[in-house]
Structure formats: structure tokens, C-alpha cells
């Protein structure tokens, strides 16, 4: 019988910390429930008391997901303690994960706490953390270069005082695997009580190390991963949900345990935080990259045609990907769609949503024959987009672009309820569109990315327009998509002041620090 790895999803907090990456209620509520559709046994929704959004975030979550454990994190401090406490309550299963550092660099500069105060100050963040539920878990940031000996004494400590759970993160990601998988064996050695609790890995990939560093725990008696969907996370990222779910999963000849996770639903949920976070995933990234299952080499092609496994060490469709990608056209019904929906893992919560995206997809329909999944899955993250803030909504645009003029753009927007029009010229038609709906808004935003992708193959394709708007310190992404690149980075536009505008008050989660 095989151990069961517990998979920790923080997309929705550690992901979150990515400058960017801040999300809305609505849309963490969205992502969670993808995640419980993949059956992810830990979704930690937050951190309560980064801000009363991020609060009214977590506890939403709580109430919106009945099978995955809903946690939210805290710093070892009343107020962060208690906060995360109510914001778990409505929760089927909540738990509470308290963390303080115990590296010598942390201790002394950042904390100005001695080891004796730091053990004190952990013990009682669990204590009170139990207040509010049984299941506690306690990380000790920075573990990957703390005192192993120290690491031991704490976390004895913190499994008398009752966490369940203790989590050894390599928190700014410098750990070796063969060091990191070492750190693992002795403390659950070395820690007296170590039976009565599950050891974590949480790893950072500042070296690209991330995926490689949780394998080396968990072959030294981690049983819990914390990762997120596409790696996403602060810096270079965390450990990436889909890279070591699948690797334990296809090497089974290896690994003495495996995961819950259902499989079939990792590419939807990987195009659904790429759409709402505006994080792009690179053609390339294993397992959910547009090439992960691509062969253009003639050899490849032919070991392929010939039998899969000779170059293919996984099947495409057991991660989501469809075999059967035409499926849908312009004659096709709303039953259909909600089938083909269905069985590409983005079901509509209801009928509102089912007909808004049948009418966008009559829309789309007419100007392409074909209607591929990744177009339906581009289709559905649109949609959740554009349920932003409609302080900004576009009305209409009109480009004018000729060889030897400067080209123009004509936009018509929906201010706060009243349509406004402006003409601009730019040095393009993307620079023209973008002066021209700056000259209504006056954001006084900087532009720091631009980034076109198609969806599928084909003049006819969709495009996702990426943009990147910097304000403040404040960095948000938008996302748009159109069979028309213009009118996919106008909608890219707009979506990203409108989180620029709903934001504006917010603080957000990585001013709060973290593991």
C-alpha cells in the first residue's frame, strides 16, 4: 500500500505574491474551486490580515469549497493569529499555518529576537492557534539555513504545544536537493516527537531547484508538498503543482507513494490562473507548455507514429489535454457547449455564465470555423476577466494603419456609466490604441510589458494579450483575448487599469513577508 502525499496548494497566497498576481474575491473563489475539482487536500487561500480584502478573500473561500482543507496563514502575532482564525471558521475543514524564523541572519536582523524568544514566540502563536482549530500548522521561515540542532528544538516544542503539521521551507530557495533531503532526514531524526506530526516541504526556485529539492524531502519522509499551479510565486516561483505531481505519478516504479490529485484536471486549471493572474506559461514548461507534447523533429515523429512511449513518457490527455480537439462549430448548441465544457474540466457554475460564454462563443463561431478546447478554455478565462471592476469598459475602437502614416485609433470607452470618445497617433496601432485610452483615464501608469501569444494554430486564431501596468510601486497584469490582436490588447488595456483601480486601496500580501 502507498503512502498518500499531501499536496498544499498557496497559489492563491504565495502565488499571489508575485508582483502582479494580486486577485479579486471572486476570482480566488473561482481558482479555489478549480483546485477542490482537482482535489488538492490543502488550499491556502491567504493571509487574513494583510488587508481586510485579502480577509473577506479567505473567508469566502472557506465558505465556497466542501472537500480540500481551507487554510490561512499568519505571522506568530495576535492579530494575524486571530484573524486567520475567523477567516477559516465557515470552513468544512480550516486550518491555521503560523510561521516565524529561525535562521541566525533572520533572528538577529529582521526579528531582533534571541533563540530562547524566537522558541517562546512560536510555542505561543501554536498554543493560540489552537484556539480555533485542531489542525495548526507551523513553519519556520528560512529553515534551509537555520540550525539544524535549533530547527529540532523548536519544532519539538511546537508539536507539544499542538501543530499538526511542520512545514521546513526553503524560503529564499539556495538549498541543494542532496542537502535539502539530508536537512529532512535528520530533524525528523533528531526531533523526539516528530511521529505525531506530517513534515512539509515548501520550496522556492530561485536556482531552479524548486521541484528537484521537494522530491529530495519527500524521499526523506516529507509527506506533505506546498506548491502552486504553473510554479507561479514570488521571485523565480515556488515548486509547481503539475511538475511534481506528475513526476511521482509516472515514476511509480520509483516513488513508494503518490497524490490524489485527479490529473485530467491540471490544464484547465493551469490556463485559468494563467488568465486570471495574467502570467503567461512559456510554450516550453513541462507537463501544461503549449510543446510539452509537441514533436517536430522527423525522428520523433515517426517514433511516435509508431508507438507513443518511444518519445512520449506520458500521455497528453491523462493532464487535460484533449485528443479531440475539433469538437464544436458554428451550428453547435448550448447543450453541446455545456457537454464539451464539462468535459474539458471548466464546467459553468450556472446558467448565467453558461449563456454568457455560449453567446461569445457564437461570436467567435462566425469569425472561425473551427472551435478548438483551447479556444473554449480561452473563452471561459475571458469571461472571468472581464467580471472584473467596469469602471472601464470598452465600447468601440477603430484603427487606421497605412504605409507612410502615422497610425491612428479611435476609442470609445464606458467611464463610471458614461461613454467618452478619443483619437490618438502613435508610433503604432497598439501605441495609438493605448494613447488614445490614456488620454481619457490619465492613469499615469508605466506600461513594463507587452506580450502577444495565439491560442491555437492559424490566421483565424485566437490572440491572448498580455499587459503589464506599473503604478506606485503597485504592479497589476491584464489579460485580453480576440480573434483581433487589436482588440485583444485593448481589452488587455482596460483590464488592467480596472485592477489598477480596484486595488488602489489595497495592501498587498508580500509587504506582509511570508514563507
Known amino acids: 500500500m502507498k503512502d498518500t502525499l499531501i499536496i498544499f496548494d498557496t497559489t492563491l497566497r504565495d502565488g499571489e505574491q508575485s508582483p502582479g498576481a494580486s486577485m479579486t474575491r471572486e476570482e480566488k473563489v473561482k481558482i479555489a474551486k478549480v483546485l477542490e475539482k482537482l482535489r488538492v487536500d490543502v488550499i491556502e487561500a491567504g493571509f487574513p490580515a494583510a488587508s481586510q480584502g485579502d480577509f473577506e478573500s479567505v473567508q469566502a473561500v472557506a465558505k465556497a469549497v466542501q472537500e480540500s482543507v481551507v487554510c490561512g496563514l499568519s505571522r ?3 492579530r494575524d493569529i486571530d484573524l486567520a ?11 491555521i499555518h503560523t510561521f516565524i524564523a529561525t535562521s541566525p541572519i533572520h533572528m538577529e536582523k529582521k526579528l531582533r529576537m534571541t533563540p530562547d524568544e524566537v522558541v ?51 524560503t529564499v530557495g539556495y538549498n541543494l536537493p542532496e542537502q535539502f533531503g539530508a536537512l529532512f532526514k535528520y530533524v525528523i531524526a533528531n526531533t523526539a516527537n516528530s511521529d505525531k506530526a ?41 515548486t509547481a503543482l503539475e511538475e511534481i505531481v506528475m513526476a511521482i505519478r509516472t515514476r511509480q516504479d520509483y516513488f513508494s507513494f503518490d497524490t490524489r490529485i485527479n490529473t485530467k484536471e491540471i490544464v484547465p486549471a493551469s490556463r485559468m490562473v494563467s488568465a486570471i493572474t495574467g502570467f503567461a506559461v512559456q510554450p516550453n514548461k513541462a507537463i501544461v507548455g503549449a510543446n510539452a507534447f509537441a514533436h517536430e523533429s522527423g525522428i520523433h515523429q515517426d517514433g511516435v507514429l509508431k508507438h507513443r512511449e518511444t518519445y512520449e513518457i506520458m500521455s497528453a490527455e491523462d493532464v487535460g489535454w484533449s485528443a479531440n480537439k475539433m469538437v464544436l462549430g458554428k451550428h453547435s448548441g448550448r447543450n453541446a457547449l455545456r457537454s464539451r465544457l464539462e468535459s474539458i474540466g471548466v464546467a459553468p457554475a450556472s446558467e448565467e455564465e453558461l449563456n454568457r460564454i455560449f453567446v461569445r462563443f457564437k461570436e467567435l463561431a462566425d469569425l472561425k470555423h473551427d472551435i478548438y478546447d483551447e479556444d473554449l478554455l480561452a473563452l471561459v478565462a475571458d469571461d472571468a476577466v472581464e467580471l472584473e471592476s467596469d469602471q472601464y469598459r ?35 496601432a497598439v501605441d495609438a490604441t493605448f494613447k488614445a485610452i490614456e488620454s481619457m483615464v490619465n492613469s499615469g501608469a508605466n506600461l513594463s510589458l507587452y506580450a502577444v501569444s495565439n491560442v491555437t494554430n492559424g490566421t483565424d486564431s485566437q490572440g491572448e494579450t498580455a499587459v503589464r501596468l506599473e503604478k506606485g510601486g503597485r504592479i497589476v497584469n491584464g489579460q485580453g483575448t480576440d480573434t483581433d490582436i487589436m482588440m485583444s490588447s485593448a481589452k488587455a488595456y482596460i483590464n488592467a487599469l480596472n485592477k489598477l483601480a480596484v486595488h488602489a486601496k489595497r495592501s498587498h500580501p508580500q509587504y506582509q513577508g511570508g514563507v
Request: aromatic share 4%; with cysteine.
Open 85 to 95: 482564525g475567523e477567516a477559516v471558521k465557515p470552513a468544512v475543514r480550516g486550518r
Open 394 to 428: 470598452l465600447v468601440s475602437l477603430k484603427v487606421v494603419s497605412e504605409t507612410g502614416e502615422l497610425p491612428k485609433a479611435e476609442v470609445t470607452l464606458w467611464i463610471n456609466g458614461e461613454e467618452q470618445r478619443a483619437e490618438s497617433a502613435g508610433a503604432g
Open 76 to 78: 506568530a502575532v495576535d
Open 198 to 238: 506530517i513534515f512539509s516541504a515548501h520550496c522556492h526556485n530561485d536556482l531552479g531547484l524548486a521541484v528537484a529539492n521537494s522530491l529530495a524531502a519527500v524521499q526523506n519522509g516529507a509527506r506533505q508538498i506546498e506548491c502552486t499551479i504553473n510554479g507561479l510565486g514570488e521571485r523565480a516561483g515556488n
Open 120 to 170: 517562546e514566540r512560536a510555542v505561543y502563536a501554536v498554543k493560540r492557534a489552537r484556539q480555533y482549530t485542531d489542525d495548526v500548522e507551523f513553519s519556520a521561515e528560512d529553515a534551509g539555513r537555520s540550525d539544524p540542532e535549533f530547527l529540532c528544538r523548536v519544532f519539538d516544542a511546537v508539536i507539544k504545544a499542538g501543530a499538526t503539521t511542520i512545514n521546513i521551507p526553503d
